[in-house]
């Protein structure tokens, strides 16, 4: 039963750790060109991408998207000719920039307000998984406040603080019965914060070639008073006490971005982009609860995570005053060791596709649109603290649109 709950109120914060599962929907622009871009100063999503580059946007703007993510994972377990699937539900990961600043200086200020961490994954009461997770609804808010300097003509830094508010809700099934036969039930909620920084350097040499290196910093989140609350049989409840609330941090990992964009002419620029998350920071995840009982103490797991890698490619076109078209390919390096693989993380290397348009009907006004793709490996697995024993394969997928007005 100790081991029972031990795994129950591990799997939240084990899905957002997940590589699968962060979201990399920015801005539309970026998406289009499967998320390369920081060495290029395309829009106010550089707020984001790389704050140095900020300073060299002609315009100021506002702007605001939204990338309905649908998750489609499927688990087929070890010895079963069944195979099981996620319900049908669209996370909305989004994100709002703004972007100001005198024109006759040399520097802007700009806000970023973004979703890196979020969506919906349920793969309902009854698969054969339910007692590692029925359903999870997960939602992580960034907001960055940046200033942006350019020091010479050919070279910006900028920096932004970042602070973090996330929301979870977890469920799952206890093998616990009630005299009907049905399973019991256990809610895991909670909220967080974090703070953290944001920094980025853009350099644009004489030939136009531009480079980029961005820092964005670990952001331990704290998860104070978090909720669980289990629906057990009355014989079971004084082991799951009622009101029970737990503490616990989540170091979100830092990553690195190295990037290069390169002019094909004078409408046609490439860009790419290789990031290293250092994943390495979750060794292990702890829970201290407010209430324990013999079989609910606090408890400690071992994660032992590598480091992840990712690299993109893509192409931005202006194919007239008012068209511009984008894609991309990218490919991306799970840091999730085997044995740790979960169905709130079915995490895999992956392949990365994606395409974009712009349009700018006026001066001022302009609309974005993307759709991003990835193809998760299929990947056999044994957790080693549920026993969750099969092969799991996921894609993605997650349209966009944005809307931005300069002036």
């Given at each position: 039963m100790k081991k029972l709950l031990f795994c129950v109120l591990l799997s939240a914060p084990f899905w957002v750790f997940g590589q699968g599962f962060q979201v990399n929907l920015q801005g539309q622009k970026q998406i289009g060109m499967a998320g390369a871009g920081s060495a290029l100063a395309l829009d106010e999503a550089s707020v984001f991408f790389n704050p140095g580059a900020v300073s060299f946007l002609e315009k100021n703007s506002i702007s605001a998207g939204v990338n309905?993510?649908?998750?489609?994972?499927?688990?087929?377990?070890?010895?079963?000719?069944?195979?099981?699937?996620?319900?049908?539900?669209?996370?909305?990961?989004?994100?709002?920039?703004?972007?100001?600043?005198p024109k006759s200086n040399k520097w802007?200020?700009?806000?970023?307000?973004?979703?890196?961490?979020?969506?919906?994954?349920?793969?309902?009461?009854?698969?054969?998984?339910?007692?590692?997770?029925?359903?999870?609804?997960?939602?992580?808010?960034?907001?960055?406040?940046?200033?942006?300097?350019?020091?010479?003509?050919?070279?910006?830094?900028?920096?932004?603080f970042v602070y973090n508010h996330g929301d979870v809700n977890l469920q799952r099934a206890l093998p616990v019965n009630y005299p009907d036969g049905r399973s019991g039930h256990a809610t895991l909620e909670g909220t967080g914060s974090g703070y953290g920084w944001n920094a980025g350097l853009y350099v644009k040499t004489l030939s136009n070639i531009t480079f980029a290196i961005v820092h964005k910093s670990k952001?331990?989140?704290?998860?104070?008073?978090?909720?669980?609350?289990?629906?057990?049989?009355e014989s079971l409840r004084s082991s799951f006490p009622a009101g029970n609330t737990f503490n616990a941090e989540l170091p979100l990992p830092s990553t690195t971005t190295l990037g290069i964009g390169i002019p094909l002419s004078k409408s046609t620029s490439l860009a790419f982009d290789a990031n290293w998350v250092q994943w390495r920071v979750y060794e292990e995840l702890a829970f201290d609860y407010a209430i324990n009982t013999p079989v609910l103490a606090d408890t400690r797991s071992a994660?032992?995570?590598?480091?992840?890698?990712?690299?993109?490619?893509?192409?931005?076109?202006?194919?007239?005053?008012?068209?511009?078209?984008?894609?991309?390919?990218?490919?991306?390096?799970?840091?999730?060791?085997?044995?740790?693989?979960?169905?709130?993380?079915p995490d895999a290397d992956r392949y990365i596709l994606s395409a974009g348009i712009g349009y700018a009907p006026t001066s001022r006004f302009e609309v974005n649109a993307s759709f991003f793709f990835e193809d998760v490996k299929s990947r056999k697995q044994k957790n080693i603290e549920t026993g969750l024993d099969g092969t799991f394969k996921t894609l993605v997928y997650a349209p966009g649109i944005s809307l931005t007005y300069k002036w």
């Open positions: 309905p993510l649908l998750f489609k994972s499927a688990f087929k377990q070890n010895g079963s000719n069944i195979t099981e699937h996620v319900k049908n539900k669209i996370a909305p990961p989004f994100e709002a920039y703004a972007v100001w600043g802007k200020l700009g806000l970023g307000v973004y979703t890196p961490f979020g969506g919906l994954v349920d793969w309902g009461d009854e698969w054969s998984g339910r007692y590692a997770l029925t359903s999870l609804n997960l939602k992580a808010i960034y907001f960055q406040p940046t200033l942006s300097v350019k020091i010479t003509d050919g070279i910006g830094i900028g920096a932004g952001v331990v989140t704290k998860l104070n008073d978090g909720s669980a609350t289990f629906d057990v049989p994660r032992n995570y590598r480091d992840g890698s990712s690299f993109k490619l893509g192409v931005n076109h202006q194919a007239s005053e008012k068209l511009a078209l984008r894609a991309g390919i990218g490919y991306a390096f799970s840091p999730v060791q085997d044995g740790y693989v979960t169905p709130e993380a």
